[in-house]
């Protein structure tokens, strides 16, 4: 059983540029939440996908959009990129069933917007 | 409002202290609460949860509703505790909410 894995590690882009961060989930996982981890700050929910639909969505603007695909694996993308998006950016995966369950993460991407 | 609020950024202590990691919360409702721990390195991870009660890695935490609290706490202190620490909260959404985090550095 693999665990959650990202896609890139780091990446620098320049401000107005768009970005796609990628993740797969954990092996049998059908649920995958993204995060934004500012430096000195806790993860910030951004938004969560279930069986390939938006399924919640923290306080981040419509720039930020998602897709989660057939096998789970899902894409976090950011058009119009800002200074303030440079962040940490972290991908969560679990096995919702009718109850919530526990979100294993990934080891994250390192944003740095210029 | 829904959030998580950890007082204290970093908490250093020697070997073998006990160590107590405060947090508190907001919440309507019944709350689901965790703390989450990250080593050196290391991805973040589940350390406990309220629901199951129970002891990882000799660490505890109580739900306290009258206080709105879940704090962490352990008897004797290890340098391998060394870590940030992460109280969250289940929200409406089935997301989590994070507290800024609390950095324990257990000294020799």
């Known amino acids: 059983e693999t665990g959650v894995t990202q896609s890139p590690t780091h990446l620098i882009k320049t401000r107005g540029q768009q970005v796609t961060l990628r993740c797969s989930s954990q092996?049998?996982?059908?649920?995958v939440s993204w995060y934004q981890q500012a430096l000195g700050q806790g993860p910030q929910f951004i938004f969560q996908?279930?069986?390939?639909?938006?399924?919640g969505r923290g306080n981040f603007p419509p720039r930020f959009s998602g897709l989660q695909f057939p096998n789970y694996s899902s894409e976090l993308n950011v058009n119009a990129l800002e200074l303030d998006d440079s962040a940490l950016y972290l991908c969560?995966?679990?096995?919702?069933?009718?109850?919530?369950?526990?979100?294993?993460f990934g080891p994250g991407t390192r944003l740095t917007v210029l | 409002a829904q959030r998580v609020t950890q007082p204290e950024k970093l908490l250093s202590v020697f070997k073998g202290a006990p160590v107590e990691l405060k947090c508190n919360y907001s919440?309507?409702?019944?709350?689901?609460l965790f703390w989450y721990v990250q080593y050196s390195r290391q991805r973040l991870q589940l350390l406990l949860r309220?629901?199951s009660r129970e002891s990882i890695k000799g660490f505890t935490a109580d739900l306290n509703k009258g206080e709105t609290s879940f704090h962490l706490k352990k008897p004797f202190a290890q340098e391998e505790d060394s870590a940030m620490y992460y109280c969250?909260?289940?929200?409406?959404?089935?997301?989590?909410?994070f507290g800024k985090g609390t950095k324990l550095s257990v000294k020799p």
């Open positions: 969560a995966s679990s096995f919702r069933t009718g109850e919530f369950s526990e979100q294993f």
């Open positions: 092996s049998g996982h059908n649920t």
């Open positions: 996908y279930y069986r390939e639909e938006e399924n």
């Open positions: 919440y309507s409702g019944s709350p689901e």
């Open positions: 309220h629901i």
């Open positions: 969250a909260l289940r929200g409406s959404q089935g997301n989590l909410i």
